[in-house]
């Protein structure tokens, strides 16, 4: 079995910085594409950044040139560097990963860390 754990999410001020970190558990499985994902109260789960096996990255445009993605693939983790953060980067954010295992592809999430940039 798989599992998604992530960690580092609190109560940051505005302008102030945030780190994630998920770590992907279990045995006999490859990771693909790891990602990031987040939602607020009320909106609709978006995504942040995702990072390709090769380190190939992607990001929303809203926290382009604000937030780095990059990932361990010997460790099996993804971490999100959050800096000059703002209020309406507030969330839940997820950890989110493209798993292959012996019986097929399969998309795994974490269980969410919240995040609350406020003064």
């Known amino acids: 079995q798989v599992q998604l754990v992530e960690s580092g999410g609190g109560l940051v001020q505005p302008g102030g910085s945030l780190r994630l970190s998920c770590a992907a558990s279990?045995?006999?499985?490859?990771?693909?594409?790891m990602g990031w994902y987040r939602q607020a109260p009320g909106k609709q789960r978006e995504l942040v950044a995702t990072?390709?096996?090769?380190?190939?990255?992607n990001y929303a445009d809203s926290v382009e040139g604000r937030f780095t993605i990059s990932r361990d693939n010997a460790k099996n983790t993804v971490n999100l560097q959050m800096d000059s953060l703002k209020p309406e980067d507030t969330a839940v954010y997820y950890c989110?990963?493209?798993?292959?295992?012996?019986?097929?592809?399969?998309?795994?999430w974490g269980q969410g860390t919240q995040v609350t940039v406020s003064s």
């Open positions: 279990g045995s006999g499985f490859s990771i693909n594409t």
């Open positions: 990072i390709a096996r090769d380190g190939s990255t």
């Open positions: 989110n990963a493209d798993i292959r295992r012996a019986i097929g592809l399969y998309t795994y």
